[in-house]
């Protein structure tokens, strides 16, 4: 069964502290790893896809790397307005399994 | 970028009656589609997963006569929630992808409350 694990569940940061958060997952055949911002109330909005082992991408202040066993989105210098809560999830065939996310907070 | 829109954005009905909400990709067209509930604090459940012009195929446990999901076309989707009760009351995300490997857009999600 595919497992996906996020770290830590929740992360408080000050504004321009960068700090990185981290997706364990365990899948047979991992066919993408993806990362999305969800705001409250709102549906979750795509950040990067990840197809293999070493690629990287980044998009603005966030970075996300994929190893054989997790990603790590990494948040350089983040503005208050990057508080939301980050979901990662992995596609083996179909579907995506998702994590439960790491809600993240930044103050000015 | 891809734009996945649902309406309505909210809904409240009564007890025993049945709401749709409906899916659409805006400028894409998506070969699968994908229902999720969201319950406050936790994380998407998928609810079932449709392909256009078939069945849909519903996870465990979601019962395919309560949340009745249409595929029309290759841009919209449906779902019906038949004779809702409160327990029903949740956030509705679809999401749209584009081939097997493609990424997966969500929409805005639906909130619906059952009085």
């Known amino acids: 069964e595919d497992q996906v694990t996020q770290s830590p569940e929740a992360l408080r940061l000050q504004e321009g502290e960068s700090s990185s958060l981290n997706c364990s997952y365990t899948?047979?055949?991992?066919?993408?790893l993806f990362w999305y911002r969800q705001d409250p109330g709102k549906g979750p909005e795509f950040l990067f896809t990840?197809?293999?082992a070493g690629e990287e991408k980044e998009k603005e202040r966030l970075k996300a790397t994929l190893t054989k066993k997790e990603s790590f989105l990494h948040i350089t210098a983040p503005k208050p307005e990057d508080s939301a809560t980050y979901l990662c999830?992995?596609?083996?065939?179909?579907?995506?399994?998702f994590g439960k996310g790491t809600m993240l907070l930044v103050s000015p | 970028g891809a734009v996945v829109s649902q309406h309505p954005s909210w809904v409240i009905c009564k007890s025993g009656t049945s709401v749709k909400i409906e899916c659409r990709s805006l400028?894409?067209?998506?070969?699968?589609m994908f229902w999720y509930r969201q319950f406050p604090k936790q994380s998407l459940m998928l609810m079932a997963t449709?392909?256009?012009?078939?069945?849909?195929?519903?996870e465990q446990g979601v019962e395919k006569d309560k949340f009745l999901i249409n595929h029309a076309s290759l841009t919209l989707s449906t779902l019906t929630v038949t004779s809702a009760h409160p327990e029903d009351s949740s956030f509705y995300i679809c999401?749209?992808?584009?081939?097997?490997?493609?990424?997966?857009?969500f929409g805005p999600g639906t909130r619906l409350t059952v009085t």
């Open positions: 999401s749209a992808r584009v081939g097997l490997r493609g990424e997966q857009y």
């Open positions: 899948v047979s055949g991992l066919r993408g």
């Open positions: 990840l197809y293999s």
């Open positions: 999830a992995v596609q083996a065939y179909s579907t995506l399994t």
């Open positions: 400028d894409f067209q998506a070969t699968t």
């Open positions: 449709s392909n256009e012009g078939s069945k849909a195929t519903y």
